[in-house]
């Protein structure tokens, strides 16, 4: 345990920040872009949503339901003009708690970007994320100043994103099996769900809640979607103004069109991002 934590820090002061480059690409929309009226939150999966002039992504990569809450509650205090929020649901979602994660450091970064709390103070200390703090902020001051002369400020995935497909059948089995350990896990996940549902009908937005397309290597590992996807249509059954675009298997979208075993690239995000346009303009009645 001692030895990975040195080696943690050590890649940590070599500016090894996990998906920091990424990462500040929110960072920016949401130092820049105060007048918009759609908000994407969400984990990397959302990543692939291209937003337009009316709308900002603030997903990032291992967004769990809490963040996605937190930063919602902090971007509508900022913003009232807010309307509308895409929000992802993946097959992790209901038990993907990031400070229990590997990817923890994470939420260092949630913290000196936007001074949201650790979700669970006493693990945060446990494993020394404290001490990451002042450190973290100075990598993102860094990457912000180099990333802040990019004129696309809208966060999610850069235009030219990967055009490429690397899809493994064996770890897309592998993913997806972790990703089941997610979904059946207890956790205090859904507890957010449901806070962040009651605060969008109290606010009267519009809430679309998206589950991206998944390669047939990866779902044919898993139950079917009416099991996976079992918690979020229970809790959405008591708020019938929520509309779930569920593309999990949906065949529109080719091989060709995912960059790995579970995220789309350019030519699938392009695609994606087209559909959800299309019912906020239709559906919600935003011109996009």
């Given amino acids: 345990m001692k030895i990975r934590f040195v080696q943690e820090f050590i890649d940590i002061l070599r500016g090894k920040v996990l998906y920091l ?3 500040i690409r929110t960072y920016c929309a949401y130092k820049h872009v105060k007048d918009y009226q759609t908000l994407a939150l969400g984990s990397s999966h959302m990543g692939s949503y291209i937003p337009d002039d009316s709308g900002i992504n603030m997903s990032m990569a291992s967004q769990d339901l809490y963040y996605s809450y937190k930063l919602y509650n902090l971007l509508y205090s900022e913003n009232p003009k807010i309307k509308n929020i895409i929000l992802s649901f993946s097959v992790f979602t209901p038990g993907h708690c990031l400070i229990k994660t590997n990817e923890k450091k994470l ?3 949630y913290k000196v970007m936007y001074g949201i709390d650790y979700q669970f103070p006493e693990i945060a200390k446990k494993k020394h994320l404290p001490w990451f703090e002042k450190h973290f902020k100075s990598k993102v001051d860094e990457f912000y100043e180099k990333t802040e002369k ?7 995935m850069p235009k030219d994103y990967f055009d490429t497909t690397n899809i493994n059948p064996e770890k897309a ?5 972790k990703h089941y350990k997610g979904n059946q896990r207890e956790s205090s996940q859904m507890e957010y769900f449901e806070k962040f549902m009651g605060a969008i009908q109290e606010n009267n937005q519009n809430l679309l809640i998206v589950i991206s397309p998944m390669p047939a290597e990866y779902r044919n590992t898993l139950p079917e979607k009416e099991i996976l996807f079992e918690k979020l249509y229970s ?3 008591k708020h019938p103004k929520v509309k779930i675009l569920n593309l999990y298997d949906d065949n529109g979208f ?9 995220h789309l690239n350019i030519k699938g995000a392009k695609k994606i991002s087209r559909i959800i346009n299309d019912i906020l303009e239709k559906e919600f009645c935003l011109k996009v």
């Fill in 235 to 237: 809790a959405c059954s």
């Fill in 21 to 23: 480059p990424g990462i």
């Fill in 254 to 262: 080719e091989h060709e069109e995912f960059y790995d075993e579970h």
């Fill in 107 to 109: 939420a260092v970064l």
């Fill in 150 to 156: 990019n004129p696309d400020y809208r966060g999610g």
């Fill in 173 to 177: 089995k592998k993913i997806a099996l």
